[in-house]
């Protein structure tokens, strides 16, 4: 098992960066790790993913403008956001996978672990 705590949410403008940060209990470096977000009124949707050997994916929502990386050192995920948007409001969660690879885990029910979120408010 692998507890996870998100950090790093708050308010922004258009515009602006925001880094989110995933401390894990353990090492990650066994797991998919991923980075959802839910916005008020819809679903949780993945939208950054890492695994195991490095290999990222992205949702076209985010692509160009959100990056996630490892930190294997500080048992770490991060989520560095720019160019928010108002559409990127919502509640960011990190999730851990019992997988090396992220190739097709785009929903929720592929995660087996999770952060309690951390809000993010875009405001134009």
């Known amino acids: 098992q692998v507890q996870l705590v998100e950090s790093g949410g708050g308010s922004v403008q258009a515009g602006g960066s925001l880094r989110l940060s995933c401390s894990a209990s353990?090492?990650?470096?066994?797991?998919?790790m991923g980075w959802f977000r839910q916005a008020p009124g819809k679903e949780r949707e993945m939208i950054a993913a890492?695994?195991?050997?490095?290999?990222?994916t992205y949702a076209d929502s985010v692509k160009g403008r959100f990056t996630i990386s490892e930190d294997n050192a500080k048992d770490t995920l991060y989520l560095d956001m720019t160019s928010l948007s108002t559409e990127d409001t919502g509640v960011y969660f990190c999730?851990?996978?019992?997988?090396?690879?992220?190739?097709?885990?785009?929903?929720?029910?592929?995660?087996?672990?999770w952060g309690r979120g951390t809000s993010v408010t875009v405001s134009s």
């Open positions: 890492i695994g195991s050997d490095g290999t990222t």
């Open positions: 353990r090492s990650t470096r066994s797991y998919c």
């Open positions: 999730a851990a996978a019992d997988r090396f690879d992220c190739v097709g885990s785009w929903e929720p029910g592929d995660y087996n672990y």
